[in-house]
């Protein structure tokens, strides 16, 4: 049955991925947009230097991974919801944060997960790479949640509790979304290809798409906080939207 599901699936998302596997599978494509990761990077860089310099050491590494993976696009998202300079908070914004703060993570495993299975031990079974890879998103979104719990003095059981129950829905269909496009897209594909890049680049970014409307519905009904307020950090500027 769920052979029947996953070809059913396949065969409908045909049209879109003969649309996007050329796109994906051209040197020039990631070469441009290797430099656009590298311009919005910078610029991050410098807002959080020169203008942002009260957000939290964990945002400011959220907001570089998040960029890292996403470029331009997580550039917007840090933009519209985590800098200091917004002129007042709000649910989207919120949900924007907390579903950055799980991207991070979940991203880093996913990342590792992939070009340590394919790249490096060289697995050719698309099964066990996707569990692997779900893995390590696991452990990673997890971690990034447990390691500032446990700081502020949380036991360790109740550390991993809460990040259980605040953190597994969004991982979850945000794995199933990344991990599931980029085999999907480039399931084939070896690490010394443009596709396998590009694959693992856009389903990054769809994942946080499909996330996002989660982590908005656990800060509305409380499940979870949304991160920090930035406006309300040290030396906030509420000058700008």
């Known amino acids: 049955m769920l052979g029947t599901f996953i070809g059913r699936l396949t065969h409908a998302v045909d049209p879109a991925r003969e649309a996007l596997v050329p796109i994906l599978s051209e040197p020039a494509v990631l070469f441009g947009w290797a430099v656009a990761v590298a311009a919005a990077l910078g610029a991050l860089w410098w807002d959080l230097r020169e203008r942002n310099t009260g957000l939290s050491s964990l945002m400011n590494g959220v907001w570089g991974l998040v960029v890292l993976y996403s470029g331009p696009f997580g550039l917007a998202i840090y933009w519209l919801s985590g800098r200091q300079q917004m002129a007042h908070d709000s649910l989207w914004r919120r949900g924007a944060r907390s579903t950055a703060h799980c991207f991070s993570g979940c991203g880093a495993g996913e990342v590792t997960g992939v070009v340590v299975l394919v790249g490096l031990v060289a697995i050719q079974n698309t099964l066990v790479t996707t569990l692997g890879t779900f893995a390590l998103a ?104």
Do not use: C, H
């Open 138 to 241: 696991y452990l990673f979104g997890y971690a990034l949640t447990v390691g500032p719990l446990l700081q502020d003095g949380e036991a360790l059981s109740t550390a991993v509790r809460d990040a259980l129950y605040t953190e597994t829905p969004s991982i979850t269909v945000m794995e199933v979304v990344a991990i599931g496009t980029d085999v999907l897209l480039a399931g084939e594909a070896t690490i010394g290809t443009a596709l396998f890049w590009g694959g693992l680049i856009f389903s990054l970014s769809l994942g946080f798409v499909a996330a996002y409307p989660v982590n908005v519905a656990l800060v509305a009904v409380g499940v979870k906080e949304g991160m920090s307020d930035p406006t309300a950090a040290k030396g906030s500027d509420a000058s700008a939207a």
